[in-house]
């Protein structure tokens, strides 16, 4: 069984200031992790995903995120918030499988000019 | 043009009513998905495909039923439409092919109201 949570369903950052959005995962097999943005009106898109390989992971738009599996986590940072960067953020993890996919409850990020 | 679209964008249907969402794609993927959003709560899975002729349930499927027309083409119907069925409702592909390992491709979603 796989699921995903996202602590903080609204965050607020000022313009500049570090971008901190986190994720937690249980999966009982060794997990796809990633990270969509969803902006107003519109489907999601990929920013970033981790399947194998090197555990920090660079995404679009200056984003990263951390596999950390000790910690069963994969936090999405941005060292600095552009006002272009407010959208509604999900976390999602999959089995290396690939058959399904599981979001979190998403977070919606407001950049405070 | 858009790689995945979806239409109706907009749809206002009441209790009781049939109702078909339709999905289609130009990225040549197998795999297919609908899910639906609701606020606080996320993507849900209704159903997923990985081909024409391989259909499965996602996490919440009862009340939705689907077709895989073509690798091309996946839609959803609501065979009876309630009021807890209004949500906004998401078509994704994804290739089964290793290069493009668990990305999906989303369309811009159809937002239903069911009054």
């Known amino acids: 069984a796989q699921s995903v949570t996202q602590l903080g369903s609204h965050v607020s950052v000022s313009e500049g200031a570090l971008v901190l959005l986190r994720c937690n995962y249980s999966?009982?097999?060794?997990?796809?992790l990633f990270w969509y943005v969803q902006y107003p009106n519109q489907g999601l898109q990929l920013l970033l995903k981790?399947?194998?390989?090197?555990?920090l992971v660079k995404g679009i738009n200056g984003f990263e995120a951390e596999f950390k599996k000790s910690e069963t986590s994969f936090h999405l940072t941005k060292p600095s918030a552009h006002m272009s960067d407010a959208a509604e953020y999900f976390c999602?993890?999959?089995?290396?499988?690939?058959?399904?996919?599981?979001f979190g409850t998403g977070t919606s990020l407001t950049v405070i000019p | 043009d858009a790689d995945v679209t979806q239409t109706p964008r907009n749809r206002i249907t009441k209790t009781g009513k049939r109702i078909m969402l339709e999905c289609s794609q130009t990225?040549?993927?197998?795999?297919m998905y609908w899910y639906r959003q609701d606020p606080g709560l996320g993507l849900r899975l209704i159903y997923y495909?990985?081909?024409?002729?391989?259909?499965n349930k996602g996490e919440i499927s009862d009340g939705y039923s689907v077709s895989r027309q073509a690798q091309a083409k996946f839609s959803l119907s609501l065979e009876s439409a309630i009021p807890n069925q209004t949500a906004l409702y998401f078509c994704?592909?994804?290739?089964?092919?290793?290069?493009?390992?668990?990305?999906?491709?989303f369309g811009p979603g159809t937002r239903l109201t069911v009054l």
């Open positions: 999602a993890v999959g089995a290396n499988t690939g058959n399904q996919f599981y």
């Open positions: 999966s009982s097999v060794p997990p796809y």
């Open positions: 981790y399947t194998t390989g090197a555990t």
């Open positions: 990225k040549g993927h197998d795999r």
């Open positions: 495909s990985f081909d024409v002729k391989d259909i």
């Open positions: 994704a592909t994804m290739a089964s092919g290793s290069k493009l390992k668990g990305e999906q491709f």
